[in-house]
């Protein structure tokens, strides 16, 4: 809790102090059943309904039932990048929650604990404020049931939201929402939890917490609301609002969230999901609904990604627009499928046979998950060419507040167009930039002549042809239609001064870790900046002169330093740069960057480098 | 998080397409494809290959049938000639017992498939079986199969002249074979009575071995968006979409 400053004296009779904070880092601890997410829920849709900033991080097990979970929630009244490398809360259920994470609290943090199942190390109570709550027992009493039954996790918000002030009467609206359309008796029991939690005295804690008014980003009249989701319900929405009405899929850790809320979601507008038997036939299902006139997604994680490259290519040879959503996890093979990893770049922009150029995006938040979706519908459309957004299960499953989005004026309508025309070369070799536009089957061609459509080189009507002449013409169209695309995107900002000493490159979900490891390396008189790049193929033209105006080029990434040194983006750049300053920052521990981490690693590297030792 | 700049804006409309649209024919003016307008290419196989006379019943069909090019997606694989033909002499999953070839040079050890089981046990509904000497007896059978509402599988057998002549004389009588049809009290909606059908040695049967009508999965699709959108037909997409985003305020 940073900027502690004391407003409030002691007042008689125990009443706790208040402090002013500008945010707090809460990590809860339990098992996977316990509802913890639940919780990080509240505080995160809490905090954007009172116009903070919030951002979450959880791990759950890949088991079924059990196991150690956490969520971490981190509001604050200013910006909020990343969920927080230390916190200043534990809120722990059992003795291997209390184990595992109190290192992960800063010195003189408090631990708060179910004294029903932890017992404190006298030895940590010297270094950390302990509050022991009986958690369990006091939830039975509240509404009966078995300490085995849901609803400590509600008392546990009651005591954080009496810790942090927070405000009950929303709380108490969002504790309804969630349960509404249930038994009332739910409502009934999930409030007086609370209710019991919020008014357990506290007075071994002496202290409360106030968020200060947001300084920085205070609401503007009119400004709109703040909605607050996950990143896979944000790509899910962006899809949706791109006009995407088809998609089918097969079900894989951390994917399966997206295909489960399309399924759910697009007959609304007269769509469909379909679950497919395997991977390979969902990709070709939602080729084959792109070809019938109207862009349609597949997705899935690594392991699904590799089995849908052939079909990808036959898209990149047909040239047909088809969005393939890749929310990483940690491979290869079965892997870490609940941890976060960046080292499906290779597979997504190269993983394919044959010269087989397609389009990679990842997005860098919740909020732009949303804004790329449509993006790459836009860009399929337009390219007549596949996309794969590469997000990763940093982003998937972290919760976010951000402007709600003018739907009004954002949605798509995309719905194929009919018209009859006179004649249509689908291959057509004069077209500017090669960039020519998939037809909807169905449209009457006035000339009677129809294309074909073939995974084999063909000519300009798509009929198949082992001719040279025409492989060489038609391999420049697909790859030159892209070059096209790659120069007009624009070049991304430094984050920071453009010139320094170390420039930190990242992409995907590291945007926000490597935006405060540049400030708070700054602040402290660092010569230190941050690109991030969101278009990873083709690369935007100008990223070149950004890195003349460095002294060191270091890849910041979640995946493997491979057998040179660098990362998977790392080995992009130093392909297409020939640049020796270009150098890997990687790590591969299935979890998210900590500032601290990124701002040591730079600072040792760049010494490294300086002493001839890298 | 701060808002990126987001640099979808310039691509959210495909632009100008470069196409010139015409106006529709009135449908009177319409007339069904003519086997010359359809046949788009002429495909390169071998003199004699059994495929030919299979496109070739194909188009005849389209013409028989009055359609319109707009109302057609011809989607093409291959056919089951019991060996890879089109690379030149592979064991294929339906290569007998033995079979030699120049994937393997001491023969097949593995039993073939049987595509008609497969069929009937993957729940396509209409399931039959012919062979492409018997040109009108292919024509009833796509007839039979486009009628059909549901996924339609039938098998045609087409010998590859190539590489392995003579796999189907046994259900060519001009061979020495025989062409029996499937009995007439044959009960095509008893999937039993079709893998009794399907289980017969060459020459086998030809003709429709099952046949049900079970609601498609477009129709179950349907269903689900129909239901659907009498609950929110009345919006626009954005405020179908709208009403998510305030349930996450």
Same mark, same amino acid.
């Given at each position: 809790?940073?900027?502690?400053?004391?407003?409030?004296?002691?007042?008689?009779?125990?009443?706790?102090? &208040?402090?002013?904070?500008?945010?707090? !880092?809460?990590? +809860?601890? *339990?098992?996977?059943? @316990?509802?913890?997410?639940? #919780?990080?829920?509240?505080?995160?849709?809490?905090?954007?309904?009172?116009?903070?900033?919030?951002?979450?991080?959880?791990?759950?097990?890949?088991?079924?039932?059990?196991?150690?979970?956490?969520?971490?929630?981190?509001?604050?009244?200013?910006?909020?990048?990343?969920?927080?490398?230390?916190?200043?809360?534990?809120?722990?259920?059992?003795?291997?929650?209390?184990?595992?994470?109190?290192?992960?609290?800063?010195?003189?943090?408090?631990?708060?604990?179910?004294?029903?199942?932890?017992?404190?190390?006298?030895?940590?109570?010297?270094?950390?404020?302990?509050?022991? &709550?009986?958690?369990?027992?006091?939830? !039975?009493?509240? +509404?009966? *049931?078995?300490?085995? @039954?849901?609803?400590?996790? #509600?008392?546990?918000?009651?005591?954080?939201?009496?810790?942090?002030?927070?405000?009950?009467?929303?709380?108490?609206?969002?504790?309804?929402?969630?349960?509404?359309?249930?038994?009332?008796?739910?409502?009934?029991?999930?409030?007086?939890?609370?209710?019991?939690?919020?008014?357990?005295?506290?007075?071994?804690?002496?202290?409360?917490?106030?968020?200060?008014?947001?300084?920085?980003?205070?609401?503007?009249?009119?400004?709109?609301?703040?909605?607050?989701?996950?990143?896979?319900?944000?790509?899910?929405?962006?899809?949706?609002?791109?006009?995407?009405?088809?998609?089918?899929?097969?079900?894989?850790?951390?994917?399966?969230? +997206?295909?489960?809320?399309?399924?759910?979601?697009?007959?609304?507008?007269?769509?469909?999901?379909?679950?497919?038997?395997?991977?390979?036939?969902?990709?070709?299902?939602?080729?084959?609904?792109?070809?019938?006139?109207?862009?349609?997604?597949?997705?899935?994680?690594?392991?699904?990604?590799?089995?849908?490259?052939?079909?990808?290519?036959?898209?990149?040879?047909?040239?047909?627009?088809?969005?393939?959503?890749?929310?990483?996890?940690?491979?290869?093979?079965?892997?870490?499928?609940?941890?976060?990893?960046?080292?499906?770049?290779?597979?997504?922009?190269?993983?394919?046979?044959?010269?087989?150029?397609?389009?990679?995006?990842?997005?860098?938040?919740?909020?732009?998950?949303?804004?790329?979706?449509?993006?790459?519908?836009?860009?399929?459309?337009?390219?007549?060419?596949?996309?794969?957004?590469?997000?990763?299960?940093?982003?998937?499953?972290?919760?976010?507040?951000?402007?709600?989005?003018?739907?009004?004026?954002?949605?798509?309508?995309?719905?194929?167009?009919?018209?009859?025309?006179?004649?249509?070369?689908?291959?057509?070799?004069?077209?500017?930039?090669?960039?020519?536009?998939?037809?909807?089957?169905?449209?009457?061609?006035?000339?009677?002549?129809?294309?074909?459509?073939?995974?084999?080189?063909?000519?300009?009507?798509?009929?198949?042809?082992?001719?040279?002449?025409?492989?060489?013409?038609?391999?420049?169209?697909?790859?030159?239609?892209?070059?096209?695309?790659?120069?007009?995107?624009?070049?991304?900002?430094?984050?920071?001064?453009?010139?320094?000493?170390?420039?930190?490159?990242?992409?995907?979900?590291?945007?926000?870790?490597?935006?405060?490891?540049?400030?708070?390396?700054?602040?402290?008189?660092?010569?230190?900046?941050?690109?991030?790049?969101?278009?990873?193929?083709?690369?935007?033209?100008?990223?070149?002169?950004?890195?003349?105006?460095?002294?060191?080029?270091?890849?910041?990434?979640?995946?493997?330093?491979?057998?040179?040194?660098?990362?998977?983006?790392?080995?992009?750049?130093?392909?297409?740069?020939?640049?020796?300053?270009?150098?890997?920052?990687?790590?591969?521990?299935?979890?998210?960057?900590?500032?601290?981490?990124?701002?040591?690693?730079?600072?040792?590297?760049?010494?490294?480098?300086?002493?001839?030792?890298? | 998080?701060?808002?990126?700049?987001?640099?979808?804006?310039?691509?959210?409309?495909?632009?100008?397409?470069?196409?010139?649209?015409?106006?529709?024919?009135?449908?009177?003016?319409?007339?069904?494809?003519?086997?010359?307008?359809?046949?788009?290419?002429?495909?390169?196989?071998?003199?004699?290959?059994?495929?030919?006379?299979?496109?070739?019943?194909?188009?005849?069909?389209?013409?028989?049938?009055?359609?319109?090019?707009?109302?057609?997606?011809?989607?093409?694989?291959?056919?089951?000639?019991?060996?890879?033909?089109?690379?030149?002499?592979?064991?294929?999953?339906?290569?007998?017992?033995?079979?030699?070839?120049?994937?393997?040079?001491?023969?097949?050890?593995?039993?073939?498939?049987?595509?008609?089981?497969?069929?009937?046990?993957?729940?396509?509904?209409?399931?039959?079986?012919?062979?492409?000497?018997?040109?009108?007896?292919?024509?009833?059978?796509?007839?039979?199969?486009?009628?059909?509402?549901?996924?339609?599988?039938?098998?045609?057998?087409?010998?590859?002249?190539?590489?392995?002549?003579?796999?189907?004389?046994?259900?060519?009588?001009?061979?020495?074979?025989?062409?029996?049809?499937?009995?007439?009290?044959?009960?095509?909606?008893?999937?039993?009575?079709?893998?009794?059908?399907?289980?017969?040695?060459?020459?086998?049967?030809?003709?429709?071995?099952?046949?049900?009508?079970?609601?498609?999965?477009?129709?179950?699709?349907?269903?689900?968006?129909?239901?659907?959108?009498?609950?929110?037909?009345?919006?626009?997409?954005?405020?179908?979409?709208?009403?998510?985003?305030?349930?996450?305020?």
């Amino acid at each position: 809790m940073s900027d502690t400053s004391m407003a409030a004296p002691a007042q008689a009779g125990g009443t706790p102090l &208040v402090t002013h904070i500008s945010e707090a !880092v809460i990590r +809860i601890a *339990g098992n996977s059943q @316990d509802g913890i997410q639940a #919780i990080g829920g509240f505080l995160a849709r809490l905090a954007g309904r009172s116009e903070q900033e919030v951002m979450t991080f959880m791990t759950i097990p890949s088991t079924i039932s059990g196991g150690p979970s956490i969520f971490q929630v981190r509001i604050g009244t200013g910006e909020v990048l990343s969920a927080g490398d230390e916190a200043d809360m534990l809120l722990c259920f059992y003795q291997h929650s209390y184990e595992d994470h109190i290192k992960s609290i800063k010195l003189g943090g408090i631990v708060l604990y179910d004294s029903d199942h932890v017992t404190p190390n006298p030895e940590w109570q010297e270094n950390y404020r302990h509050v022991g &709550v009986a958690i369990s027992g006091l939830t !039975v009493e509240a +509404i009966g *049931g078995t300490g085995r @039954d849901k609803g400590k996790n #509600i008392y546990a918000m009651g005591l954080l939201a009496k810790i942090y002030d927070l405000d009950v009467p929303k709380i108490t609206k969002l504790i309804q929402e969630r349960f509404s359309g249930k038994d009332t008796s739910i409502v009934t029991n999930a409030l007086t939890c609370f209710n019991a939690g919020y008014s357990h005295s506290l007075e071994n804690l002496l202290k409360t917490y106030q968020f200060k008014a947001s300084e920085g980003k205070k609401p503007t009249p009119g400004s709109r609301p703040q909605v607050v989701m996950n990143g896979n319900e944000a790509l899910t929405y962006g899809l949706i609002a791109a006009g995407v009405r088809f998609g089918a899929g097969y079900p894989i850790t951390p994917w399966s969230d +997206i295909m489960e809320l399309l399924r759910k979601e697009l007959p609304k507008y007269g769509g469909s999901f379909i679950q497919c038997e395997d991977e390979i036939a969902s990709v070709s299902m939602a080729i084959g609904a792109s070809w019938g006139g109207r862009v349609a997604v597949t997705g899935s994680s690594g392991p699904g990604i590799s089995l849908k490259t052939e079909a990808i290519g036959w898209a990149v040879m047909a040239e047909i627009p088809l969005v393939v959503v890749d929310v990483q996890r940690g491979g290869p093979s079965t892997g870490m499928p609940t941890n976060v990893e960046q080292s499906d770049l290779n597979i997504a922009c190269f993983g394919g046979h044959g010269d087989s150029p397609r389009v990679v995006i990842a997005p860098a938040s919740v909020e732009d998950c949303f804004y790329t979706a449509i993006e790459a519908v836009n860009i399929a459309r337009k390219f007549s060419t596949p996309v794969i957004i590469l997000t990763d299960q940093g982003i998937a499953s972290r919760i976010e507040a951000f402007e709600m989005p003018d739907l009004e004026k954002i949605c798509q309508d995309i719905t194929p167009d009919f018209t009859p025309v006179a004649d249509h070369k689908p291959y057509d070799l004069s077209a500017a930039d090669g960039i020519t536009r998939h037809l909807a089957p169905g449209t009457r061609v006035a000339s009677g002549k129809y294309p074909v459509v073939t995974g084999l080189e063909h000519d300009e009507l798509g009929h198949p042809t082992g001719s040279p002449k025409l492989h060489v013409q038609m391999t420049a169209k697909r790859r030159n239609k892209l070059k096209k695309l790659g120069a007009d995107l624009p070049t991304p900002k430094t984050i920071g001064p453009n010139e320094g000493q170390i420039l930190l490159v990242g992409w995907g979900s590291s945007l926000g870790p490597i935006t405060e490891a540049v400030g708070r390396g700054r602040s402290v008189g660092d010569a230190i900046s941050g690109l991030h790049i969101k278009n990873l193929n083709p690369l935007p033209n100008g990223l070149e002169e950004i890195f003349q105006g460095f002294r060191h080029v270091f890849v910041v990434e979640l995946n493997d330093e491979g057998f040179y040194g660098y990362g998977q983006l790392g080995q992009l750049l130093r392909a297409r740069y020939c640049d020796p300053k270009i150098r890997g920052i990687n790590k591969s521990d299935g979890l998210t960057w900590k500032v601290k981490e990124i701002l040591d690693r730079a600072r040792a590297l760049a010494d490294a480098v300086q002493n001839g030792k890298a | 998080m701060t808002s990126l700049a987001l640099p979808f804006e310039s691509l959210t409309r495909t632009g100008n397409l470069n196409l010139v649209p015409v106006p529709p024919l009135p449908e009177g003016e319409r007339k069904g494809l003519t086997k010359k307008e359809v046949a788009a290419d002429h495909p390169t196989w071998c003199p004699g290959c059994g495929d030919f006379s299979v496109l070739a019943l194909y188009f005849k069909l389209i013409e028989k049938r009055k359609m319109h090019h707009e109302k057609i997606t011809t989607v093409a694989g291959v056919m089951d000639n019991n060996v890879y033909g089109l690379t030149k002499n592979q064991t294929s999953p339906t290569s007998p017992l033995g079979y030699k070839s120049k994937t393997d040079a001491w023969g097949s050890g593995d039993r073939p498939i049987n595509p008609m089981k497969q069929a009937i046990a993957a729940g396509a509904t209409f399931v039959a079986r012919t062979t492409h000497t018997n040109p009108n007896h292919v024509l009833q059978m796509m007839e039979a199969a486009m009628d059909h509402d549901g996924f339609s599988f039938i098998e045609c057998l087409s010998e590859c002249v190539e590489f392995y002549p003579g796999a189907f004389d046994g259900a060519n009588p001009r061979k020495g074979g025989q062409f029996p049809e499937v009995p007439k009290d044959h009960d095509v909606t008893d999937e039993y009575a079709a893998y009794k059908l399907a289980e017969e040695l060459m020459p086998g049967k030809f003709g429709i071995f099952y046949k049900v009508n079970r609601p498609t999965k477009n129709a179950n699709e349907a269903k689900i968006v129909s239901t659907n959108r009498e609950k929110f037909a009345s919006l626009p997409d954005w405020q179908i979409l709208q009403k998510n985003f305030d349930r996450m305020k």
